[in-house]
């Protein structure tokens, strides 16, 4: 995206990956299955979130401890406050945003 910056191998710090489970549709090829993530409950109390795109894991990662702390809020009369994830910064995303980002670059 950016050659003029010429990053090596030696500025990388860190990566990751992940794995999104497919919701499986009957007749879809899996680049045709909906990206929407959806949440089941089974029987057993078992919480299963599958779809998503991985760009979204925060705001799916969100949805379920939100959903957690009101089951336990209702069914155990106690109390956990909500998700704080969309407070919190992104490994190596803190960079003050674009006005600040020659200024990162030339760090």
Same mark, same amino acid.
């Given at each position: ?40 409950? *089974? ?5 299963? @979130?599958? !779809? =998503?795109?991985?760009? $979204?894991?925060? &705001?799916? /990662? #969100? ?19 909500? *998700? ?5 910064? @992104?490994? !190596? =995303?803190?960079?003050? $945003?674009?006005? &600040?980002? /020659? #200024?990162?670059?030339?760090?």
């Amino acid at each position: 995206m950016f050659p003029d910056v010429q990053i090596t191998e030696k500025d990388i710090e860190s990566s990751w990956a992940g794995d999104r489970p497919l919701i499986y549709e009957e007749g879809k090829d899996p680049s045709e299955i909906s990206r929407k993530d959806e949440i089941w409950e *089974s029987h057993s109390g078992l919480i299963t @979130i599958a !779809g =998503g795109k991985l760009t $979204g894991y925060r &705001k799916m /990662a #969100e949805t379920i401890v939100d959903l957690l702390a009101e089951k336990f809020r209702i069914e155990e009369n106690r109390s956990f406050p909500s *998700s704080q994830t969309k407070y919190l910064p @992104i490994s !190596g =995303g803190n960079v003050g $945003g674009a006005k &600040k980002f /020659a #200024e990162k670059k030339q760090d």
